[in-house]
């Protein structure tokens, strides 16, 4: 089993920055992929961004080149720099693990953090 801590959410305005960590814990061979997803408010839960241990990486259309993903391996750790933030980023933003890759297997994580709220106001 993994378990996933999510932190750094907040209240920000358009066109500032966050950054989102994820701390994972419990056995770490388990993990391959390890991602940010969000959900907005009657909206259905959708990939932000994805890391492999191979280091490939995916990112949403919308977040291109404002948000980058990273990953400490070593220390069990996630992240995600947002920068130049929109008031349609706000949602609630969820760490996911699996031992697989999600987007190549076609199938959604297994391992799910609580959520961190990111509110964005224009």
């Known amino acids: 089993q993994v378990q996933l801590v999510e932190s750094g959410g907040g209240l920000v305005q358009a066109g500032e920055s966050l950054r989102l960590s994820c701390a994972a814990s419990?056995?770490?061979?388990?993990?391959?992929?390890m991602g940010w997803y969000r959900q907005a408010p009657g909206m259905q839960r959708v990939l932000v961004a994805m890391?492999?241990?191979?280091?490939?990486?995916n990112y949403a259309d919308s977040v291109k080149g404002r948000f980058t993903i990273s990953r400490d391996t070593a220390n069990n750790m996630l992240y995600l720099e947002m920068n130049s933030l929109k008031p349609e980023d706000t949602a609630v933003y969820y760490c996911?693990?699996?031992?697989?890759?999600?987007?190549?297997?076609?199938?959604?994580?297994?391992?799910w953090g609580q959520g961190t709220q990111v509110t964005v106001s224009s």
């Open positions: 996911a693990a699996s031992p697989y890759d999600p987007i190549r297997v076609g199938r959604p994580p297994n391992f």
């Open positions: 419990g056995s770490r061979f388990s993990i391959n992929a």
């Open positions: 890391i492999t241990t191979v280091a490939r990486i």
